[in-house]
């Protein structure tokens, strides 16, 4: 990579401060040529930035982090200048004249960390999750993967997987040689563990569950007051309510954090099985999905009718009609009556569908390399063909590799930096 990249690294102007990083083989000389001479590495000066006509930029706090010990593994550059649009657009001004130099594209910055070894894969994934996150146990959760913990537990595996392959090679190696005594008692064993203990890891909720959100959904026939209690929970007008029968059509979603806990409730059209026409037809299907679709399921409806697994609301509970037969808990959206304990409800069983913050979890991509590595162990036959062992143990550590990026490709780099924003 020898292009030189800047871009502002803080927030969207106007800010109190902004941060310029500059990112490449020409940041030295950059930095030197706006602020006169490059400050003592990694300690910060404030120097007055001068544009190529000698005029004033800007007064700024300006640091010098010499490569390959940073975080892009490059030559590195920041500029603390005053966060107002004009200043920022007229630095960047500068920059981009000079030669060498151009305006970083999204997670250039990160994505050079990952070329130059500075980070995995799996780390990455992390830090994308982690910038991403709206909640607390979002938070938790991706820094497990941004601070290293997966990385290392993989690093761990994959050196179990070694230590198995480094044994069947000795065999080999050795093969008709007398004195060999073959394979070291205990193999089977040891295998055997490493295969149980990454299932277990790969059997936790995705990663994703957390970074996504737990999907609620609300559903029952019409009129059962699924938008009011939508509305409700969600503290807003969200969704359209009136007291005619077949108001929601669409599926309607809105993401919210209760307790900590990153949810996505959807409203849908309420399912009556005749009289509804062709638009309220086709809101039902998509309702039905919906239920398909959701971790959570709040059914207002007949206890009866309730899709597996569902949270029995008897709504409307002020107005004490209709005994809907027995709820697990009964609600009004107009008195707030019983929210309290649905809220709760839906609290626990969210944390129930989310990977536990204190453990690494995988998500979608990870699970899949980890459970092909675990496949390849689980059939190593060691009193078989020892030839066909090793195949399989070189197997089981390269899908561990394309766990944490060792041999990636663009289309994945390019898919995962793009989550990115400019400047990171
Ligand atoms: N008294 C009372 N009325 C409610 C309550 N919840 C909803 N309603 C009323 O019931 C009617 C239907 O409410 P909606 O929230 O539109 O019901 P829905 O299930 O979304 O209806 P569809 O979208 O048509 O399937 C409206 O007139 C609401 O004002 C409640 O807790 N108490
Ligand atoms: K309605
Ligand atoms: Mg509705």
Do not use: Y
Not at 19 to 44: Q, Y
Not at 254 to 269: K, N
Not at 317 to 339: E, H, I, R, Y
Request: charged share 25%; with cysteine.
């Amino acid at each position: 990579m020898d292009d030189t990249v800047f871009a502002l690294s803080s927030g969207a102007p106007p800010a109190a401060i902004g941060i310029i990083r500059i990112s490449g083989p020409r940041s030295g000389a950059a930095l030197a040529e706006l602020a006169g001479k490059l400050p003592p590495a990694r300690s910060p000066r404030v120097r007055t930035l001068r544009d190529r006509t000698g005029a004033v930029l800007d007064t700024t706090l300006v640091l010098w982090f010499p490569g390959p010990q940073t975080a892009t593994g490059e030559d590195l550059a920041e500029i603390h200048c005053h966060g107002g649009r004009a200043v920022i657009g007229a630095i960047s001004r500068s920059l981009a004249d000079m030669d060498g130099l151009r305006a970083a594209e999204t997670g250039e910055f990160t994505r050079r960390a990952f070329a130059n070894g500075r980070m995995d894969l799996a780390e990455a994934e992390g830090l994308a999750d982690l910038l991403a996150a709206e909640t607390e146990l979002q938070r938790q959760g991706a820094l497990l993967s941004a601070g290293g913990s997966l990385s290392e537990r993989i690093e761990e595996w994959r050196g179990r997987v070694l230590g198995l392959a480094a044994a069947v090679e000795a065999v080999i190696d050795f093969a008709d040689e007398d004195d060999v005594a073959g394979l070291p008692p205990g193999l089977t064993d040891e295998t055997e563990d490493l295969v149980e203990e990454i299932r277990r890891v790969a059997g936790r909720p995705e990663a994703e569950r957390l970074r996504d959100g737990v999907r609620v959904i609300l559903a029952g026939p019409p009129n059962a007051g699924k938008s009011s209690l939508f509305n409700a929970l969600l503290a807003d007008d969200a969704a359209i309510v009136t007291p005619e029968a077949g108001t929601t059509r669409d599926v309607l979603e809105r993401s919210v954090g209760i307790a900590g806990v990153p949810f996505v409730l959807v409203d849908t059209a309420g399912m009556r099985k005749e009289g509804a026409g062709v638009i309220e037809e086709m809101g039902i299907e998509r309702a039905r999905r919906a239920v398909e679709s959701g971790q959570i399921v709040l059914w207002l409806g007949e206890p009866v009718e309730a899709p597996d697994g569902s949270i029995i609301v008897a709504s409307k509970s002020d107005l004490g009609s209709a005994d809907q037969g027995p709820a697990d808990v009964k609600v009004s959206s107009v008195t707030g009556q019983g929210m309290d304990l649905l809220v709760d409800m839906i609290v626990e069983r969210g944390k129930a569908a989310l990977p536990p913050v204190d453990r690494i979890a995988l998500n979608r991509r990870q699970k899949e390399c980890a459970l092909a590595a675990a496949d390849d162990l689980a059939q190593l036959d060691i009193s078989g063909d020892l030839l066909i062992g090793a195949e399989r143990l070189r197997s089981a550590r390269r899908a561990l590799d394309r766990l944490v990026g060792r041999d990636s490709t663009e289309e994945m780099l390019d898919a995962l930096f793009g989550r990115f924003c400019i400047g990171k």
